[in-house]
Structure formats: structure tokens, C-alpha cells
């Protein structure tokens, strides 16, 4: 479960990082 939430946590993080561009 932890191991899902930091997965979860980054993916998100590196759309943004994509749409902020």
C-alpha cells in the first residue's frame, strides 16, 4: 500500500511537470 501511494504520488507529479512545460 505505501509502496502504491508513493507510486501514485510521483505519477501525477510528473504530468504536471509535462503540462507545465
Not at 1 to 21: A, C, R, V
Amino acid at each position: 500500500n505505501i509502496e502504491n501511494n508513493h507510486f501514485s504520488g510521483w505519477i501525477p507529479s510528473e504530468l504536471k511537470n509535462i503540462n507545465n512545460i
